[in-house]
């Protein structure tokens, strides 16, 4: 999809949006953003709710690798390799071609399921890994439409509300076409076709949106595209701060992955394994209460006092991932509603990486660059991080349940992060208080 024309019915929303009012545009951008990344989920996540069941042999006399474990880290390899040459491709890219590169990345992945679905095991996995490669610019091409305005808490809080949601969503109604007859290497690839006219006409609904204002500029700096040099010097300046922010993101992706691809096992030892409905269920409330909390944010008008205050949010969503999962294990807390209050501090802490921390943090030190870049960087890592777990999981510790390992992993997220986060919160403290004020 190209650039709106200047005339034509694109060229009217876009001049009404640009006159709307800040609760008209938001509530617009939301859907938008919302709808499009929700959509994108069919394309990435329906196979895990697969058993795919068995063993593939691999290289260097080790073990064999759990087949679901083989997908897994065959689609989450294509996902990283993507995020690493996104820190390029999504800072340098410009606006006009955000359309063409989202609807270019999705009919990329679809072709891959359908690869999926057409070869044999163990030959499957290319399929997924082919998958994985495009998907990865999604998050970026998305968010580049929000970043940036007066509003992008509100508008990254709804985007970030669709991955909490769609993974849940696309995952029941894989399992209901499993249910159905679908086979389970054609399941991913029917749910996909299922999404794609929606898609079509969400991403539409971003193109039409007018870039941010000469007033979105002034209260969160302009947004520009960074090369090379730029990236490197922007980060080797907040070092100290970053390092830590992009360590615990790599144990938070891989604990979230962890949790999010082996949702149905969990939820079968909980013995929830006749409930399909369960994936999607149980993640509303997890969306509403970190919807409610970073919403909240955009109270907050002095950009690092905002800052701070998203630390603290963060630390507060690991230390209950810590706290639940204790209660559950001693037998004070209902099992299932242990898995809300972990997917709750869980979202607490990863979404705010993708939407707001960021956002922010450029806005504090006032410094003209674009979020794409850092949530790129940390995203590389974090995925290459996911996959680590997943052959730890396999080779370290095959003789743990599903659940005993998910267990293990809470304790290890939340002790790890919680240090980190006031670490990083303690270095920007005092490096922003030794800064010029910037509003």
């Not at 359908?114 to 082919?130: C, D, S």
């Not at 305005?149 to 509100?154: D, G, H, I, N, P």
């Not at 008008?301 to 706290?323: C, E, F, K, P, Q």
């Not at 972990?342 to 921390?357: D, K, T």
Request: charged share 15%; with cysteine; proline share 5%.
């Amino acid at each position: 999809m190209p650039e709106v024309e200047a005339s034509g019915v694109g060229a009217r929303v876009r001049r009404w949006l640009a006159g709307a009012s800040p609760v008209v545009f938001s509530a617009w951008a939301i859907v938008a953003a919302f709808s499009t990344y929700f959509s994108m989920y069919a394309y990435r996540k329906p196979f895990a709710v697969g058993t795919f069941e068995g063993s593939v042999a691999v290289p260097f006399g080790l073990p064999e690798v759990d087949y679901k474990i083989a997908l897994v880290i065959a689609q989450v390899l294509g996902y990283c390799l993507s995020k690493f040459v996104g820190i390029k491709v999504i800072s340098e890219l410009t606006p006009e071609r955000r359309a063409v590169g989202l609807l270019g990345a999705i009919g990329a992945s679809w072709a891959a399921l359908v690869l999926f679905a057409v070869l044999p095991a163990p030959w499957a996995m290319i399929g997924l890994f082919l998958n994985g490669i495009p998907l990865g610019f999604v998050w970026g091409l998305t968010f580049g439409f929000l970043e940036g305005r007066r509003t992008s808490e509100a508008l990254g809080a709804g985007l970030s509300a669709s991955y909490i949601l769609a993974s849940g969503a696309v995952k029941s109604v894989g399992r209901w076409l499993l249910d159905a007859g679908v086979p389970e290497p054609w399941m991913p690839a029917a749910v996909g076709l299922l999404f794609a006219p929606g898609m079509l006409v969400f991403v539409w609904m971003l193109t039409v949106m007018p870039p941010p204002s000469a007033e979105d500029e002034a209260s969160r700096t302009k947004r520009a595209p960074m090369d090379a040099a730029a990236r490197r010097a922007f980060f080797m300046q907040y070092a100290p701060g970053l390092v830590p922010l992009i360590a615990l993101y790599v144990l938070l992706t891989a604990y979230r992955d962890f949790r999010d691809n082996f949702a149905r096992e969990i939820w079968d030892a909980l013995g929830y394994s006749g409930s399909p409905e369960v994936f999607a269920l149980s993640e509303v409330p997890v969306a509403i209460a970190v919807l409610a909390v970073l919403a909240a944010l955009m109270a907050i008008r002095d950009n690092r006092t905002a800052l701070l205050a998203v630390h603290g949010v963060m630390l507060s969503g690991v230390l209950l991932v810590g706290g639940a999962t204790a209660l559950s294990t001693m037998g004070v807390l209902d099992p299932a509603w242990s898995m809300v209050l972990v997917g709750m501090g869980l979202y607490m802490a990863y979404v705010p990486y993708g939407c707001v921390l960021f956002d922010r943090l450029i806005a504090a030190v006032g410094v003209t660059a674009n979020a794409g870049f850092l949530i790129y960087f940390a995203d590389a890592f974090g995925y290459l991080g996911s996959v680590l777990l997943l052959l730890y999981r396999n080779f370290g510790q095959a003789n743990l349940s599903w659940l005993e390992f998910f267990h293990g992993a809470s304790y290890a997220t939340a002790i790890i992060c919680a240090a980190c986060f006031v670490f990083s919160a303690a270095w920007f403290s005092r490096r922003l208080a030794r800064a010029t004020p910037a509003g």
